[in-house]
């Protein structure tokens, strides 16, 4: 096993709400609640979870966008929770985003020359045969024509715009690439492209990922281990396959399930779990395990105590009193046959 | 004659860039009781369709050509102010995102009572009563008092149940949605489809459902129809569609798309380049300059347009390729490559 290129610990992020002339802080929004995970060196986690369970949020925590209110983030060994804007600066040359809407995620005023070129600029980093060299070079990496240097943003449809958004985020060989949602604004056909892209670039680069996502079978295409998270937590995190072919966690079961399946001779057969309601606000999440309001094996323990994220199975972490397809001796972590 | 039936329907824009073909000689019938399903990218002209169907085209720039019955009533010529009348009694639609296409000035409840006033003549305490009999019907728990909530209390899904509420309420005969579950989770729409299904058996309503996500309209549907650059390129059963495709453009959706039911194959299979400009929509064949087989077309492909012919009971394929070869492709080229090897 490789050393952890990132690792969180318990990450907190509570965004205040007020309320009044002094603006009294009234409550909470707990969009992530004490989540802890690794990533390894040159593999890709995918993040996965339904509107609002806090995974942008964490995403943007680990590139330190918003300043997380608990819990330690450490890249390559150095804690950079608090660090300063100032010393954050060079470490944000290893750390890149890669963001959802191509449409706004690219200054329509700008080349794709000055776009892709900026972070040459604001590193102050000056390359051998000078920056348009190496623009046009990552350019051409991610697909694009070396003449559209000095085109505009509306020149390009929405495939196109996000591979300069790729290109701007592999400017600089950043080594950690955090995706926020990466192909879900794009066409069917053009989803396929950017998805492969990614995979080539990350074979060829040596790069790691981090792919925050909703869609399920994007998700299993593209990561090595997945984490799911409910309302600020992570319920479950395991490899691909473990998590795909026998997930423990009810909710992973339910959002597997409710994915709808492209083989109209299926749709008689199969057996669904449908879950009753939305997710619950956060601002005011169920007490314990916060699944257990939509839960069909919610018992009493479900409701006052919360469970902790154990390791049932090698690499197969779950939060759950009642897991399913779960190894016998599960608290002796038995190896388990996936 | 069918329930719904469209004859070579035209729909075009006029630009200061020239004339978008949003539409172009679009062929189909529909049935009650059934449901076909529309699966393009953006731009394919799928929702300027649906849009066409119910007459909203008329009165704005747009060139409407072709045939529209419903029910044995032709629409494209007829009155815009007889068509209003059909809309919400006889066709209705469900949109996309529930937040804007409802008002979010008046309650969930009024937006319903007005909609059954104005096709019932009844009072608006019997109208009322009717709204809150539909929002239970969709599964809106405490019916009698979220009737007089406003679009913003409820939630995403909660917001698309009182929208089908608000569609089925004066009992329409045709139901047009246009993406009804792209806003929603995943787990949420499962729930929709659900509902929707159900209430298709129940109303015995003729549905299209619009959307790019094959996983939905397998799920759904009865007939597809793939289309691409306005045109249907590719039309049959759900069977036709997913189990013997004849068209290089379903097959590549088919090949852009990551499953869950089936083995994780290694790489995608995606199409070259992206969809086209309507405004500049490719000679010949509007799939060509992206289609993988254009070479076997001995240059067909982008000097004529392919006629949509039927390759078997019903199936119809616009493409070049003679049919043997279509199906050789399939079975020999593209399916052993969509399962894991």
Known sequence: MSEPLLSVQGLEKHFPVTKGLLQRQVAAVKAVDGVS????????????????????????????????????????????????????????????????????????????????????????????????KAVQDILELV????????????????????????????????????????????????????????????????????????????VRHISDRVAVMYLGKLVELADRKSLYESPMHPYTNALLSAVPIPDPKRRVERERIRLQGDVPSPLNPPPACRFHTRCWKAQEICKTVEPPLQKLAPGHEVACHFPENAPAAAAEAAPAAV | MSFLELKDLRIHFPTDDGLVKSVDGLSFSLERGKTLGIVGESGSGKSVTS?????????????????????????????????????????????????????????????????YRIHNDVSKKVARKHAIEMLGRVGIPQPDRRVDSYPHEFSGGMRQRAMIAMALSCDPELLIADEPTTALDVTVQAQIL???????????????IITHDLGVVAELSDDILVMYGGKCVEYGTAEDIFE??????????????????????????????????????????????????????????????????????????????????????????????????
């Not at chain 1, 819990?71 to 608090?82: A, L, P, R, S, Y």
């Not at chain 1, 240097?149 to 701007?168: D, K, V």
């Not at chain 2, 045939?67 to 009155?79: F, K, S």
């Not at chain 2, 008046?106 to 009572?113: C, F, H, L, N, S």
């Open chain 2, 51 to 115: 849009l066409g169907i119910l007459g909203l085209h008329k009165g704005g720039r747009a060139q409407i050509g072709g045939e529209i019955w419903l029910d044995g009533e032709e629409l494209v010529a007829a009155d815009a102010e007889h068509v209003r009348t059909l809309r919400g009694k006889k066709m209705a639609m469900i949109f996309q995102d529930p937040l804007s296409a409802m008002h979010p000035f008046y309650t969930v409840g009024a937006q319903i009572i007005e909609a």
């Open chain 2, 194 to 208: 659900d509902l929707m299904r159900d209430l298709q058996r129940d109303f015995n309503a003729a549905l299209i």
């Open chain 2, 244 to 341: 013997r495709p004849e068209h290089p453009y379903t097959w590549g959706l088919l090949g852009s798309m990551p499953r869950l039911d089936r083995e994780r194959t290694e790489r995608l299979l995606p199409i070259k380049g992206s969809p086209p400009s309507l405004i500049n929509v490719p000679s010949g064949c509007a799939f060509h300059p992206r289609c993988v087989f254009e070479d076997r077309t001995a240059g067909k492909g982008s000097s004529l347009v392919p006629e949509l012919v039927e390759t078997e009971g019903g199936h119809l394929v616009r493409c070049h390729l003679p049919r043997d070869q279509r199906r050789s492709i399939w079975e020999n080229e593209i399916k052993p490559n969509l399962e894991a090897s």
């Open chain 1, 37 to 132: 995970f690794e990533v390894r060196k040159g593999e890709t986690l995918g993040l996965v979870g339904e509107s609002g369970c806090g995974k942008t949020t964490t995403g943007r925590l680990i590139t330190r966008l918003i300043e997380p209110t608990g819990g330690k983030i450490v890249f390559e060994g150095n804690d950079i929770t608090h660090m300063s804007q100032g010393k954050m600066r060079p470490l944000r040359r290893d750390v890149q985003m890669i963001f959802q809407d191509p449409y706004s995620s690219l200054n329509p005023r700008h080349t794709v020359g000055a776009i892709v070129g900026a972070p040459f600029r604001i590193q102050g980093i000056k390359t051998e045969q000078g920056v348009k």
């Open chain 1, 143 to 218: 697909g694009l024509n070396p003449e559209h240097y000095n085109r505009y943003p509306h020149e390009f449809s929405g495939g196109q715009r996000q591979r300069i958004g790729i290109a701007r985020t592999l400017a600089l060989k950043p080594k950690l690439i955090i995706a926020d949602e990466p192909v879900s604004a794009l066409d069917v056909s053009i989803q396929a492209q950017v998805v492969n892209l990614l995979e080539d670039l990350q074979n060829e680069l040596d790069l790691t990922y981090v792919v925050i996502a909703h869609d399920l079978s994007v």
